[in-house]
C-alpha cells in the first residue's frame, strides 16, 4: 500500500470524482477525511470507507468560509494529529459566457475553485509546517482550464488560473517539504459514479440517454476516463514514488488535450 498511515482531506466528495478519489486514497491505506458543503455527500462517503473497514471522518463545510475552513482542518489535526495529503477539488458547474454571466455568479463561481483551493492550501500547508512534517497537495484542473471553451467562462478562467495557482505554491511550499501539483480530468464515464452512489446506499435513477457519447467519439482513445482512474493518479502524485515531483500537472485525460486541432479521432488522417 502506498500511502499507509497517511492522513487525507478531499474536497467536495460526491460520489462522482471526489468520492472515487476517497475511495482510492482509502484502499492505498490513507485515511480519510471527506469535506463537502452538502452534509450527505461527506456523510455517505466517509461512511461507506468506515463500512469497508477504512477510517474516515466526514466535515461539512463550505470551503470559501474562512472560519469554517479553519475549524475544519483545526479538527482534522484534533481527530488524526496530522494532515499529509490535501486534494482540491470542490467545485461546482455553472455554464454562462461573459455576456449573460451575472457578477454575483462569476463571483461565487470562481470563488469555491481559486478560493475554496487557496483556503484549504493555506490552512493545510500551516497545519503541516506548524509540525515541521511534510506534505503533498493535488489541486483538480479541467480540459477546460486548458483550452477556450465558449459559454463557461468563470469555470475555465478559474480552473485556468488553479493550474498557476499550483506552480506559485509549489515554488512557495518546496522549502517546507510540501509538494503541489495538479491532475486535469476531463469529460468522465458516468456509470461509475452511478454504480458508486448505489454502494454509498442511495436509490437513483440512471438515464436512459448516454449523454458522453459524443465526447467519447471525439476522444483520441475513444472512450473516457472513470473517476478510479483519476483515483489512480492522485495516488500515485500522493505517493513516495512522486517525491521529486512538484509543481507539474498530469492529464488523465484519454488524449484531450494532446491532440491535433483538426484531427477527428476515429477517421485516418488530418486533413492535409
Ligand atoms: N465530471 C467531469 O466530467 C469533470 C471533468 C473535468 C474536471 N472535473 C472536476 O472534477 C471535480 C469534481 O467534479 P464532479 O463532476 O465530481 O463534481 P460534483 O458536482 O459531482 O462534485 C463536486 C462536489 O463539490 C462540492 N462543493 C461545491 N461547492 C462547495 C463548497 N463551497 N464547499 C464545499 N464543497 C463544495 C459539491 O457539494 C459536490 O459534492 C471538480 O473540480 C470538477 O471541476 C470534472
Known sequence: MKLLDRVAV???????????????????GASIVAIDAIAENANDCAGYIEAIGGRALPITCDVTDEKQVAKSIAK????????????????????????????DEWLSQTGVILGGAFLCTKYVARSIIDRKGVGTIINIISTAGHQGEPGNV????????LLNFTRSTAMELAEHGIRVNSLTPTATDRSESFDRAERWGRSIDRPEDDIMASYRERSPMQKLPRPSDYGRAVAFLASDDARMITGTDLRVDAGAIA????????KQASPQ
Open 259 to 266: 491532440k491535433y486541432w483538426p484531427w477527428e479521432p476515429g
Open 154 to 161: 468563470a469555470y475555465s478562467t478559474a480552473k485556468s488560473g
Open 76 to 103: 482534522v489535526s484534533e481527530t488524526f494529529g496530522k494532515i499529509d495529503i490535501l486534494v482540491n477539488n470542490a467545485a461546482f458547474y455553472n455554464k454562462k459566457g461573459v455576456i449573460d454571466m451575472p457578477y
Open 10 to 28: 478531499i474536497t467536495g466528495t460526491s460520489p462522482n470524482i471526489g468520492g472515487g478519489i476517497a475511495e482510492a486514497l482509502a484502499s492505498e
